[in-house]
Protein backbone atom coordinates (compact mmCIF):
# COMPACT_ATOMS: atom_id res chain seq x y z
CA UNK A 1 0.00 0.00 0.00
CA UNK A 2 1.24 3.72 -0.96
CA UNK A 3 2.75 5.17 2.25
CA UNK A 4 0.37 8.01 3.78
CA UNK A 5 2.11 11.42 3.60
CA UNK A 6 2.78 12.83 6.85
CA UNK A 7 0.56 15.56 8.23
CA UNK A 8 2.05 18.70 8.55
CA UNK A 9 3.63 19.54 11.69
CA UNK A 10 2.11 22.87 13.19
CA UNK A 11 5.07 24.92 14.61
CA UNK A 12 4.69 25.54 18.28
CA UNK A 13 5.36 28.99 17.98
CA UNK A 14 2.42 29.31 15.50
CA UNK A 15 0.16 26.84 17.61
CA UNK A 16 -0.54 29.14 20.21
CA UNK A 17 0.08 32.52 18.45
CA UNK A 18 -2.66 35.29 19.27
CA UNK A 19 -4.27 33.24 22.49
CA UNK A 20 -3.36 32.68 25.83
CA UNK A 21 -0.61 30.03 26.04
CA UNK A 22 -2.02 27.22 28.77
CA UNK A 23 -0.11 26.12 31.23
CA UNK A 24 0.26 22.77 32.44
CA UNK A 25 -1.44 20.95 34.51
CA UNK A 26 0.74 20.37 37.49
CA UNK A 27 2.56 23.49 37.80
CA UNK A 28 -1.37 25.31 37.20
CA UNK A 29 -2.14 23.61 40.34
CA UNK A 30 1.00 24.69 42.45
CA UNK A 31 1.17 28.21 41.23
CA UNK A 32 -3.17 28.08 42.11
CA UNK A 33 -1.77 26.24 45.65
CA UNK A 34 -3.86 23.33 45.54
CA UNK A 35 -1.03 21.16 45.53
CA UNK A 36 2.79 21.70 45.80
CA UNK A 37 4.32 20.35 42.38
CA UNK A 38 5.61 17.36 43.79
CA UNK A 39 2.15 16.08 45.58
CA UNK A 40 0.02 17.95 42.26
CA UNK A 41 2.81 15.20 40.35
CA UNK A 42 1.16 12.35 42.56
CA UNK A 43 -1.88 13.22 42.48
CA UNK A 44 -2.31 13.37 38.37
CA UNK A 45 -0.80 10.04 38.32
CA UNK A 46 -3.20 8.88 40.64
CA UNK A 47 -6.10 9.70 38.26
CA UNK A 48 -7.41 11.87 41.01
CA UNK A 49 -7.71 15.06 38.31
CA UNK A 50 -9.99 15.59 35.31
CA UNK A 51 -9.92 18.66 32.78
CA UNK A 52 -13.36 19.27 31.20
CA UNK A 53 -14.48 16.38 32.32
CA UNK A 54 -11.79 14.06 31.30
CA UNK A 55 -8.91 12.36 33.43
CA UNK A 56 -5.48 13.69 33.16
CA UNK A 57 -2.71 11.19 34.00
CA UNK A 58 -0.07 13.11 32.64
CA UNK A 59 1.97 16.14 34.52
CA UNK A 60 2.46 18.20 31.44
CA UNK A 61 -0.80 18.39 30.32
CA UNK A 62 -2.04 21.09 29.39
CA UNK A 63 -4.82 23.20 30.60
CA UNK A 64 -6.35 25.91 27.97
CA UNK A 65 -7.88 28.96 29.46
CA UNK A 66 -11.67 28.84 30.99
CA UNK A 67 -10.91 24.94 31.41
CA UNK A 68 -13.16 23.17 34.37
CA UNK A 69 -10.51 21.25 36.44
CA UNK A 70 -11.71 19.07 39.72
CA UNK A 71 -9.58 17.20 41.84
CA UNK A 72 -11.58 14.29 43.65
CA UNK A 73 -14.50 15.86 41.55
CA UNK A 74 -14.44 18.86 43.59
CA UNK A 75 -13.84 22.56 40.88
CA UNK A 76 -10.44 23.95 41.90
CA UNK A 77 -10.07 27.41 40.88
CA UNK A 78 -6.01 28.10 39.15
CA UNK A 79 -5.29 31.03 37.75
CA UNK A 80 -1.83 32.99 39.46
CA UNK A 81 -2.51 33.36 42.90
CA UNK A 82 -1.38 36.51 45.07
CA UNK A 83 2.02 36.85 45.74
CA UNK A 84 2.89 35.68 49.41
CA UNK A 85 6.30 36.02 50.91
CA UNK A 86 7.82 34.72 54.46
CA UNK A 87 9.97 35.60 56.56
CA UNK A 88 11.51 33.01 57.87
CA UNK A 89 14.81 32.94 60.66
CA UNK A 90 16.81 30.86 59.61
CA UNK A 91 19.19 28.72 62.31
CA UNK A 92 22.55 27.26 62.39
CA UNK A 93 23.25 23.95 60.91
CA UNK A 94 20.44 23.58 57.99
CA UNK A 95 20.92 23.80 54.18
CA UNK A 96 19.16 26.44 51.75
CA UNK A 97 17.99 24.27 49.17
CA UNK A 98 15.53 21.32 48.68
CA UNK A 99 17.99 18.11 49.60
CA UNK A 100 19.62 17.26 52.53
CA UNK A 101 23.24 16.36 52.26
CA UNK A 102 24.31 13.04 54.18
CA UNK A 103 22.62 13.85 57.32
CA UNK A 104 22.43 17.97 56.87
CA UNK A 105 18.95 18.52 56.71
CA UNK A 106 17.18 21.97 54.95
CA UNK A 107 15.52 24.83 55.69
CA UNK A 108 12.25 23.56 53.87
CA UNK A 109 12.33 20.59 56.71
CA UNK A 110 12.03 23.18 59.01
CA UNK A 111 9.80 25.38 57.30
CA UNK A 112 6.87 23.36 55.99
CA UNK A 113 5.29 21.56 58.89
CA UNK A 114 4.44 24.63 60.34
CA UNK A 115 2.59 26.30 57.78
CA UNK A 116 -1.08 26.42 58.03
CA UNK A 117 -3.14 24.64 55.00
CA UNK A 118 -3.99 27.96 53.39
CA UNK A 119 0.16 28.11 52.75
CA UNK A 120 0.77 24.68 52.76
CA UNK A 121 -0.56 24.03 49.17
CA UNK A 122 1.93 26.15 47.43
CA UNK A 123 5.60 25.74 46.22
CA UNK A 124 7.91 27.52 48.14
CA UNK A 125 11.25 28.67 46.42
CA UNK A 126 14.10 30.53 48.56
CA UNK A 127 14.81 34.06 47.60
CA UNK A 128 18.61 33.34 47.26
CA UNK A 129 20.61 31.22 50.00
CA UNK A 130 22.40 31.62 53.45
CA UNK A 131 25.59 28.69 54.14
CA UNK A 132 24.68 26.11 56.63
CA UNK A 133 25.96 27.74 59.56
CA UNK A 134 24.79 31.27 58.76
CA UNK A 135 21.66 31.97 60.44
CA UNK A 136 19.60 34.88 60.12
CA UNK A 137 16.66 36.24 57.35
CA UNK A 138 16.03 34.30 54.53
CA UNK A 139 12.51 34.84 52.62
CA UNK A 140 10.34 32.11 50.94
CA UNK A 141 8.02 33.17 47.90
CA UNK A 142 5.77 31.46 45.79
CA UNK A 143 6.15 34.04 43.03
CA UNK A 144 9.23 32.99 40.79
CA UNK A 145 9.55 36.34 39.88
CA UNK A 146 10.21 37.88 42.84
CA UNK A 147 13.09 35.64 43.51
CA UNK A 148 14.52 36.74 39.84
CA UNK A 149 13.75 40.70 40.95
CA UNK A 150 15.12 40.05 44.84
CA UNK A 151 18.53 38.20 43.46
CA UNK A 152 19.34 40.26 40.97
CA UNK A 153 22.47 42.44 41.07
CA UNK A 154 20.13 45.12 38.77
CA UNK A 155 17.56 45.57 41.63
CA UNK A 156 20.33 46.82 44.41
CA UNK A 157 18.31 45.74 47.05
CA UNK A 158 20.52 45.93 50.41
CA UNK A 159 21.25 42.95 52.64
CA UNK A 160 22.25 43.51 55.76
CA UNK A 161 24.90 41.28 57.77
CA UNK A 162 26.54 41.41 61.13
CA UNK A 163 29.69 39.38 61.11
CA UNK A 164 31.76 38.18 63.92
CA UNK A 165 35.19 37.86 63.20
CA UNK A 166 38.78 36.38 64.83
CA UNK A 167 41.01 39.11 64.74
CA UNK A 168 40.44 42.47 65.85
CA UNK A 169 38.15 45.13 63.48
CA UNK A 170 38.64 49.00 62.81
CA UNK A 171 37.84 51.26 60.21
CA UNK A 172 40.87 51.39 58.56
CA UNK A 173 40.78 47.73 58.13
CA UNK A 174 37.23 48.03 56.51
CA UNK A 175 37.84 50.79 54.20
CA UNK A 176 38.84 48.39 51.04
CA UNK A 177 35.11 46.92 51.65
CA UNK A 178 33.78 50.94 51.31
CA UNK A 179 35.75 51.97 48.50
CA UNK A 180 35.29 48.88 46.35
CA UNK A 181 37.52 45.83 46.49
CA UNK A 182 38.34 43.39 43.59
CA UNK A 183 37.61 39.76 44.42
CA UNK A 184 38.42 36.72 42.63
CA UNK A 185 35.35 36.56 40.70
CA UNK A 186 35.53 40.57 39.58
CA UNK A 187 34.72 43.80 41.32
CA UNK A 188 32.74 44.20 44.11
CA UNK A 189 30.53 47.18 44.62
CA UNK A 190 31.06 49.92 47.68
CA UNK A 191 29.30 48.28 50.90
CA UNK A 192 27.74 50.01 53.87
CA UNK A 193 30.34 48.96 56.37
CA UNK A 194 29.88 49.80 60.51
CA UNK A 195 32.58 48.84 63.26
CA UNK A 196 30.29 47.42 65.92
CA UNK A 197 32.97 46.13 68.16
CA UNK A 198 36.39 45.26 67.48
CA UNK A 199 35.02 41.16 66.91
CA UNK A 200 31.69 42.26 65.03
CA UNK A 201 31.40 44.09 61.99
CA UNK A 202 28.09 45.14 60.20
CA UNK A 203 28.34 45.00 56.09
CA UNK A 204 25.35 45.72 53.96
CA UNK A 205 26.13 44.58 50.71
CA UNK A 206 23.89 45.45 46.67
CA UNK A 207 24.84 41.59 45.32
CA UNK A 208 24.38 38.57 46.55
CA UNK A 209 27.63 36.44 44.95
CA UNK A 210 28.72 33.37 46.50
CA UNK A 211 30.06 33.63 49.65
CA UNK A 212 30.52 37.71 49.34
CA UNK A 213 30.53 39.32 53.10
CA UNK A 214 32.62 36.49 53.93
CA UNK A 215 35.40 36.86 51.26
CA UNK A 216 35.41 40.71 51.57
CA UNK A 217 36.36 40.62 54.79
CA UNK A 218 38.85 37.43 54.60
CA UNK A 219 40.37 39.39 52.16
CA UNK A 220 41.22 42.53 54.40
CA UNK A 221 42.14 39.85 57.54
CA UNK A 222 39.26 39.40 59.42
CA UNK A 223 38.62 35.81 58.54
CA UNK A 224 34.52 35.69 60.16
CA UNK A 225 33.66 33.25 62.84
CA UNK A 226 29.96 33.56 62.18
CA UNK A 227 27.54 35.42 59.75
CA UNK A 228 24.00 36.21 60.99
CA UNK A 229 21.63 37.99 58.10
CA UNK A 230 19.67 40.63 59.74
CA UNK A 231 17.66 42.33 56.83
CA UNK A 232 16.82 42.09 53.01
CA UNK A 233 15.41 45.71 51.43
CA UNK A 234 13.67 47.30 54.37
CA UNK A 235 12.67 43.40 55.76
CA UNK A 236 14.52 43.28 59.50
CA UNK A 237 14.09 40.17 61.12
CA UNK A 238 13.09 41.82 64.62
CA UNK A 239 12.37 39.30 67.16
CA UNK A 240 11.48 36.57 64.93
CA UNK A 241 12.26 33.25 67.17
CA UNK A 242 14.62 31.37 65.63
CA UNK A 243 13.10 28.85 63.37
CA UNK A 244 9.74 30.09 62.65
CA UNK A 245 8.38 32.36 59.86
CA UNK A 246 5.61 35.39 59.56
CA UNK A 247 4.11 35.77 56.27
CA UNK A 248 4.83 39.36 55.53
CA UNK A 249 2.04 41.89 54.34
CA UNK A 250 1.24 43.23 50.69
CA UNK A 251 2.53 46.51 51.96
CA UNK A 252 5.69 45.29 53.00
CA UNK A 253 6.44 43.12 50.08
CA UNK A 254 6.15 46.77 47.69
CA UNK A 255 7.79 49.15 50.21
CA UNK A 256 10.23 46.93 51.71
CA UNK A 257 11.46 44.60 48.93
CA UNK A 258 9.93 47.26 45.94
CA UNK A 259 7.58 44.25 44.13
CA UNK A 260 4.44 44.67 42.95
CA UNK A 261 3.12 41.32 43.85
CA UNK A 262 0.13 39.64 42.53
CA UNK A 263 -2.73 40.94 44.40
CA UNK A 264 -3.08 41.13 48.10
CA UNK A 265 -0.81 39.05 50.43
CA UNK A 266 -3.42 38.30 53.15
CA UNK A 267 -4.64 34.12 52.90
Known sequence: MPRKPDKPKIPTHKRWEGKEKPDWLSRALSRAGVFPQEEAEHAIAAGRVSINGRVAKMALTPVPPGSVVKVDGLVVQLGAPAT??????????????????????????????QLPPELAGYTWHAVGRLDVESTGLLLFTNDDKLVAHATSPDTRLPKRYVATVFSTASDEKVEPLRKGMTLDDGPARPAKVVVRDEHTVEVTITEGRNHQVKRMLGAVGLPVRALHREAVGDIVLDDLPEGTFRLLTDEEVREGLKYEGRGAAEP
Open 84 to 113: RVLAFHKPAGVLSSTARQHRTGTVFEVLLP
